[in-house]
């Protein structure tokens, strides 16, 4: 679902037509899917000025074959009773989906993340928790709080060996950091043998504060 709108550039200020996407179905527009994993979905350039802009609007983002829906809702994107309205509307909408993970994140990156975690044949839940234990690993070695606190994505896992690749923001520069398949197992272990660390019913948001709770 595609609609024209007004959007602002960040540089000249100036206010342009620019096509927003509130929703999509990778089964009915299967080329969508490839703009969301690039991330050129979420950008447009200005005519006046040649800058290229993050669009943030929402979005829901619909994968039937990977049993997979994911909201996108920036923070003051949208009216907190449009909010409402909407998140009323999609939580029926699931009631009829069954077997589905629903998932909410707050900007594209971590959408774009998750959709290339599902994509892998991985759990978002269990990514969460390699982060934690591997920020853990880095924090001795690179003053502890600024790993902590930032950023990490899952990128892609590759080789004979499955390894997983992370990247996360370190002293002004994009770092990094390649796992063993066999901790993602571990952290999979701890989950299964602890039901209680599960994810809140409905769209709910998995990311370090969601890990953070179990584990600080």
Partial sequence: MRT??????SSCGQTSETTLYSGINTSSEPELK????????????????GKTNLAASQLVYHDPEERLMIWLLPEGSLPENSVRTIERNLESAAESLDGYTFRRVDD???LIEKVNIFDSGLEDTVIEMVKYVTKMELAPKSEG???????MK???????????????PSGGQ?????????VYEDCAGILRRNPSIKPSPGFS???????ARFFR
């Fill in 4 to 9: 024209k709108a007004l959007a602002t550039c």
């Fill in 34 to 49: 490839s703009k969301v994993k690039d991330g050129s979905l979420f950008l447009w350039e200005c005519p006046h000025c």
């Fill in 108 to 110: 594209a990156g971590s």
């Fill in 145 to 151: 709080k600024d790993v902590m606190d930032a950023p």
């Fill in 154 to 168: 899952f990128f892609r896992i590759e080789g004979p060996d499955h390894e997983l690749t992370f990247t996360y």
């Fill in 174 to 182: 994009m770092r990094g950091v390649q796992i063993g398949f066999n």
């Fill in 205 to 211: 948001r998995i990311d370090q504060g969601w890990v």
